[in-house]
């Protein structure tokens, strides 16, 4: 299933350029986020958006900004990419509820596959 | 900061056996756990869940176990296959955060 897509799967750029990376989803969440993913290290949130005109700052944001184009669209871009960028990153998607059918408020969150990207 | 961690960033067993995931975690407000397998080249994928007034949780081949008095909880995957090679993420969150904060891992291999 491609719920999450993402593009592209796999990018090399170079110090300086800048980057986009894009996230769509037809699950009609309205929270989006990014995640970084580095070797041994579990995810580390970038930015997440409830809606379109609601946009946060996660825990290593700096170097990068995002757009919430539409609901169902999120993208993360490196303004100008350095080195320690290099990572795969994720986009994510999640709704009010929780899968285990009670109260709302529970954050099951739903992933993309992946954009590896690489700065030289 | 609060954060999640995992005890073994390895763990090898045996086609058949069981396995047994841990995790630590450390922020006592956290309310709601997930676990999450990523198989290479794929994004993390939802497994089972489980809220704090819980201890104990089963899904098909697999069970979470909560301890909350040691902040603990644990993967158990019955009669591993070679499909459940992949790494294991932990993800703790509560009503108050709606961010998941995720340990860094546990690779699990199953040999033949």
């Known amino acids: 299933d491609a719920d999450v897509t993402q593009t592209p799967r796999n990018r090399i750029t170079k110090t300086g350029k800048r980057i986009m990376l894009e996230c769509s989803q037809t699950?009609?969440?309205?929270?989006m986020y990014w995640y970084r993913q580095d070797p041994g290290l579990g995810l580390r949130l970038i930015y997440y958006s409830f809606d379109v005109k609601d946009i946060n700052k996660g825990e290593i944001s700096d170097g990068y900004s995002v757009s919430r184009q539409a609901q169902a669209k999120f993208s993360l871009s490196l303004e100008s990419a350095i080195p320690n960028q290099t990572a795969l990153y994720f986009c994510?998607?999640?709704?009010?509820?929780?899968?285990?059918?009670?109260?709302?408020?529970?954050?099951?969150?739903?992933f993309g596959p992946g954009t590896r990207l690489t700065v030289l | 900061g609060e954060s999640v961690g995992l005890h073994l960033p390895t763990l090898s067993v045996q086609e058949g056996d069981n396995s047994i995931i841990n995790c630590a975690y450390s922020n006592s407000a956290s309310d709601y756990f997930i676990w999450y397998k990523q198989e290479s080249g794929k994004g993390p994928q939802f497994i089972i869940d489980?809220?704090?007034?819980?201890d104990k949780r089963q899904g098909q081949r697999v069970t979470v176990l909560l301890n909350k008095t040691v902040k603990h909880l644990s993967l158990q995957i019955a009669a591993t296959q070679p499909g459940d090679s992949a790494v294991y993420f932990c993800?703790?969150?509560?009503?108050?955060?709606?961010?998941?904060?995720f340990g860094s891992g546990t690779r699990l291999l199953v040999r033949p």
């Open positions: 994510a998607t999640s709704d009010f509820m929780g899968t285990s059918g009670g109260p709302v408020s529970y954050n099951e969150q739903f």
């Open positions: 993800a703790e969150t509560s009503r108050s955060s709606y961010k998941l904060i």
């Open positions: 699950k009609g969440h309205d929270r």
């Open positions: 489980i809220r704090s007034n819980m």
